[in-house]
């Protein structure tokens, strides 16, 4: 009995000296794998800085979402060329229940729009402050 006490204990101590740097190995992945989601939350955060949703537009089939925000721009006194939106869309599927011919529906969907520099973003939100009576005609 005693030479199988023995045995026992080094099979103990071999899985210890085993499973030891394994569960050392998975808590520091598990706090690789936090620090890593919180850089991603950071970095998701800084991007929405530089978005705008614009609301109340007309929505005309085929129009070209990144044109009416230069023109929106330049209605506003800012000059915006292509390089400076990094992308403009429609947002939510079109209400397509009350649809004519070239509006779709009488609310038209919001207008989502990343721009490069966030410094533009605060340049036309405060613009559009000062200019509260503007219209999207002709737009």
């Given at each position: 009995?005693?030479?199988?006490?023995?045995?026992?204990?080094?099979?103990?101590?071999?899985?210890?000296?085993?499973?030891?740097?394994?569960?050392?190995?998975?808590?520091?992945?598990?706090?690789?794998?936090?620090?890593?989601?919180?850089?991603?939350?950071?970095?998701d955060q800084e991007?929405?800085?530089?978005?705008?949703?614009?609301?109340?537009?007309?929505?005309?089939?085929?129009?070209?979402?990144?044109?009416?925000?230069?023109?929106?721009?330049?209605?506003?006194?800012?000059?915006?060329?292509?390089?400076?939106?990094?992308?403009?869309?429609?947002?939510?599927?079109?209400?397509?229940?009350?649809?004519?011919?070239?509006?779709?529906?009488?609310?038209?969907?919001?207008?989502?729009?990343?721009?490069?520099?966030?410094?533009?973003?605060?340049d036309l939100l405060?613009?559009?402050?000062?200019?509260?009576?503007?219209?999207?005609?002709?737009?």
């Amino acid at each position: 009995m005693d030479g199988f006490e023995k045995r026992l204990e080094a099979v103990e101590h071999r899985e210890l000296a085993v499973t030891t740097p394994i569960t050392n190995e998975v808590v520091e992945l598990q706090e690789t794998v936090s620090q890593l989601r919180l850089q991603l939350n950071e970095r998701d955060q800084e991007s929405l800085l530089g978005d705008l949703d614009i609301g109340h537009i007309p929505e005309i089939k085929g129009e070209n979402p990144v044109h009416i925000v230069t023109v929106l721009a330049t209605k506003l006194g800012i000059t915006l060329e292509d390089r400076d939106i990094v992308f403009a869309e429609r947002f939510r599927a079109p209400d397509l229940r009350n649809s004519t011919d070239n509006v779709s529906g009488e609310r038209a969907r919001r207008l989502v729009v990343r721009l490069a520099r966030r410094q533009l973003r605060d340049d036309l939100l405060r613009e559009a402050r000062v200019r509260r009576n503007i219209t999207s005609a002709y737009i």
